[in-house]
């Protein structure tokens, strides 16, 4: 090795170990990033083998039109859950226009298959459990992630599950017929993700962490509005 190269080594030795330092330094919002990251690694294993493969042969296999359908029916309920929500938030005006979206798409729309709603002007909101919560003064809590869920904190799960517990596809008496709702749901879900990944792929170098902080500041910003206060440096 020659002179130059010498006196270089000894640099980048100490630049690795410091950007290795900084990937696994604590975070105030992720405190239990080694198991969220040992999670995110059986998420991708799974997701990757056997979630993702069956959501590419869905949007193969299902014409666009049956799967806009079953989207719509999905979002429906998501809508009403929206309409509670912004009841819950003080919002009024904009829970009219949620429940008013229902009421159309689940009678005229066919139980929701149809988004008569939107063709007629009536703006689609979104907001959820976890929202509400941060509004009234609930603390974020730590991130988490779940394999084959995704993204989360302790507000949001707990808001998820308050969603799961009330939802309508609760109510099924048949059980099959209830679990076979529930799958079609989360396969939907994971059918819509398909584009968006490559967004993920090529812009990342650590996938884990991008994902983590962009869903932080997303819902961040859906709870404040999209004015949030400066947040305060770690």
Same mark, same amino acid.
């Given at each position: 090795?020659?002179?130059?190269?010498?006196?270089?080594?000894?640099?980048?030795?100490?630049?690795?170990?410091?950007?290795?330092?900084?990937?696994?330094?604590?975070?105030?919002?992720?405190?239990?990033?080694?198991?969220?990251?040992?999670?995110?690694?059986?998420?991708?294993?799974?997701?990757?083998?056997?979630?993702?493969?069956?959501?590419?042969?869905?949007?193969? !296999?299902?014409?666009?039109?049956? %799967?806009?359908?079953?989207?719509?029916? =999905? &979002?429906?309920?998501?809508? *009403?859950?929206?309409?509670?929500?912004?009841?819950?938030?003080?919002?009024?005006?904009? !829970?009219?226009?949620?429940?008013? %979206?229902?009421?159309?798409?689940?009678? =005229? &729309?066919?139980?929701?298959? *149809?988004?008569?709603?939107?063709?007629?002007?009536?703006?689609?909101?979104?907001?959820?459990?976890?929202?509400?919560?941060?509004?009234?003064?609930?603390?974020?809590?730590?991130?988490?992630?779940?394999? *084959?869920?995704?993204?989360?904190?302790v507000r949001d799960g707990t808001g998820w599950l308050v969603r799961i517990y009330a939802s309508p596809i609760g109510f099924i008496n048949d059980v099959p017929v209830r679990?076979?709702?529930?799958?079609?749901?989360?396969?939907?879900?994971?059918?819509?993700?398909?584009?968006?990944?490559?967004?993920?792929?090529?812009?990342?170098?650590?996938?884990?962490?991008?994902l983590r902080n962009a869903y932080l500041r997303a819902r961040r910003y859906q709870v404040y509005e999209g004015k949030p206060p400066p947040e305060e440096e770690e």
């Amino acid at each position: 090795m020659n002179r130059p190269a010498r006196s270089i080594a000894p640099a980048l030795a100490i630049a690795c170990a410091l950007l290795a330092g900084c990937a696994v330094a604590p975070s105030r919002d992720d405190p239990f990033e080694q198991w969220n990251r040992a999670m995110y690694s059986v998420h991708q294993a799974v997701d990757g083998n056997v979630i993702k493969p069956i959501a590419e042969g869905y949007v193969k !296999a299902t014409p666009e039109p049956v %799967r806009t359908g079953i989207s719509n029916f =999905f &979002g429906n309920i998501d809508d *009403l859950f929206t309409g509670i929500n912004n009841v819950l938030q003080g919002k009024k005006e904009r !829970a009219g226009d949620d429940f008013g %979206r229902v009421l159309l798409n689940s009678t =005229f &729309g066919i139980g929701g298959i *149809l988004d008569l709603a939107s063709t007629m002007g009536v703006a689609k909101d979104k907001t959820d459990f976890g929202i509400t919560f941060g509004k009234w003064g609930a603390a974020q809590g730590p991130y988490l992630f779940i394999p *084959l869920f995704g993204p989360t904190t302790v507000r949001d799960g707990t808001g998820w599950l308050v969603r799961i517990y009330a939802s309508p596809i609760g109510f099924i008496n048949d059980v099959p017929v209830r679990n076979s709702v529930y799958g079609l749901n989360y396969l939907d879900t994971r059918a819509q993700l398909l584009s968006a990944e490559g967004v993920l792929d090529a812009a990342a170098l650590d996938k884990y962490r991008y994902l983590r902080n962009a869903y932080l500041r997303a819902r961040r910003y859906q709870v404040y509005e999209g004015k949030p206060p400066p947040e305060e440096e770690e």
